[in-house]
């Protein structure tokens, strides 16, 4: 009987610890759940900062990109006065045979200086048969001219140049009306 007195007594201790293992059963399913909420709730928080810094780089990035792509334009724009210059002593007309030879110096200078320019991205503006675009063209003159749409450039004054795709002269133009 002493047995059955033990058995009994570790049945009653299995019936008394079996609820107890429930409840831990369940504190731990409820601390996982509590777990997965809070790695839920991180991962979100560094989705959130990795798009954030991606954004900041990103930016950063065309910031760099904006400053180093006009960085000479200032440069530049002093420098066309001094273009304007060789191309009108580039034009003239019937110089004599001592004016020829400087002019054939003055054209190596003004190609080398275009060559440099255009390695920089720099565009002379096109107005020849162009339509008038005021974001490119500031007209100075209008006149009317038969056979001739309004609206058309139909002489260039002075060069206009970009930068890439910033204007940096606008080509100042008479414009057909």
Sequence with gaps: MAQNDNLNEEEIQEEATQPEEEVLVADETDKIGELENEVAKWKNEYYKVFADMENVKRRLQ??????????????IEELLPVIDSFERSLAVENPGEEIAVFLKGY???YTQLKNILEKEGVEVIETKD????????????????????????????????????????????KVSA
């Design 107 to 109: 054209s190596m200078i």
């Design 62 to 75: 065309n910031e760099h990109s904006n400053s180093m792509k006009f960085m000479m334009q200032r440069f």
């Design 130 to 173: 162009q339509e008038f675009d005021p974001n490119v063209h500031q007209a100075v003159m209008s006149q009317e001219v038969e056979g001739i749409a309004p609206g058309m450039v139909i002489e260039e004054l002075q060069k206009g140049y970009k930068l890439k795709d910033r204007v940096i002269r606008a080509s100042l133009v």
